[in-house]
């Protein structure tokens, strides 16, 4: 029989799409995920929000555009920082984590 059965057929095509499932439940869906939670975080950047960037940089937010922010670095000293490259926003006057454990 050339066609064979349809429950052949669904037995070599089953394994496959349940290969596909499980990729977007294990990979594609989580990055979705993560990638909405971000949008959602850069737009809530507002001004005297701390941030880092992807490069490790930190500084404080004083001025907020479209797609750009102005990141205070240094006393005085202003970049201006494509919006997309905030890593996390830690938020007005949260500190940061000291290197050194006192004992």
Not at 7 to 26: A, D, K, R, W
Not at 47 to 62: A, E, N, P, T
Request: proline letters at 4%; zero cysteines; aromatic letters at 2%.
């Amino acid at each position: 029989m050339a066609g064979g059965d349809p429950t052949n057929i669904l037995m070599q095509i089953g394994p496959i799409l349940l290969l596909l499932v499980l990729f977007y439940f294990m990979l594609i869906r989580p990055q979705q995920q993560r990638a909405k939670a971000h949008q959602a975080m850069l737009a809530a950047v507002k001004r005297g929000d701390q941030v880092v960037l992807s490069s490790g940089m930190i500084g404080k937010v004083v001025r907020v555009e479209d797609k750009e922010v102005g990141l205070e670095i240094s006393q005085g000293v202003t970049v201006k920082v494509v919006k997309t490259m905030i890593a996390e926003v830690r938020g007005k006057g949260e500190p940061a984590a000291a290197n050194d454990a006192k004992t």
